[in-house]
């Protein structure tokens, strides 16, 4: 149980275009679902958190107008990415949470690499 | 300023013997701790957990332990095995707080 499916795993675009990554949750609700960055040999950076139907609460120095999060449904959460450079190219990962299964823990998915061209 | 934090980068272990992986945190709310292993180009994949009301979680090759006091926790993995070459990475949760927040990982190397 508890499987995060993520799609594209791997991505290129062009410099100036939007790329959609979707996050999954296969067999539990997801009420909540965070979206993390990770740099080369660097730990994880969380950019935002979504809750199921509200608007996503995004970290410090990072632009929500550039990072789009939508969490329509307990099952599906996206990020967009939105005039998309260079420095964007980074690994995505999603994970969800139940908050009603009254335990901590995230169940993460196998992560999405951009690369921007 | 780091919350939690794995002050060892790096870890190497040879197969067979115990690999001891430390976490140490400054926030005395937190009141429950992840271990999470990632290989790279993957997700984390979670390992084990404690609740602060615990001073040791055991599941299988994996324990946890936890000393509220000094605010250290730490993870034995024993015996160790090539497969456990990867990166660990502790984290903490405070109470009606949803987010985790992460040590900086610790890369485990077993040597066969």
């Known amino acids: 149980g508890a499987v995060v499916s993520q799609h594209p795993s791997w991505v290129i675009c062009k410099s100036g275009t939007s790329v959609k990554i979707e996050c999954r949750s296969l067999?539990?609700?997801?009420?909540?679902m965070f979206w993390y960055r990770q740099f080369p040999k660097q730990s994880l950076m969380l950019m935002a958190t979504?809750?199921?139907?509200?608007?996503?609460?995004?970290e410090q120095g990072v632009e929500k107008d550039k990072f789009l999060i939508n969490h329509a449904s307990l099952t599906l959460s996206t990020l967009t990415v939105t005039s998309a450079h260079p420095e964007d190219s980074s690994f995505y990962i999603c994970?969800?949470?139940?908050?009603?299964?009254?335990?901590?823990?995230?169940?993460f998915g196998p992560g999405t690499r951009l690369t921007v061209t | 300023d780091q919350q939690v934090k794995q002050n060892s980068p790096s870890l190497s272990v040879q197969e067979g013997r115990i690999s001891i992986l430390n976490c140490d945190y400054t926030n005395s709310m937190f009141d429950y701790f992840l271990w999470y292993k990632k290989y790279p180009a993957e997700g984390p994949t979670f390992l084990i957990s404690?609740?602060?009301i615990k001073d040791k979680n055991e599941d299988g090759r994996f324990t946890v332990f936890l000393n509220k006091s000094a605010k250290h926790l730490s993870l034995h993995i024993v015996p160790s095995q090539p497969g456990d070459s990867a990166v660990y990475f502790c984290a903490a949760s405070a109470p009606s707080n949803y987010q985790l927040i992460w040590g900086a990982g610790t890369k485990l190397i077993i040597k066969p």
């Open positions: 404690i609740s602060s």
């Open positions: 994970s969800a949470r139940d908050i009603t299964s009254g335990t901590y823990e995230q169940y």
């Open positions: 067999d539990f609700q997801a009420t909540t």
């Open positions: 979504s809750n199921e139907g509200s608007k996503a609460t995004y």
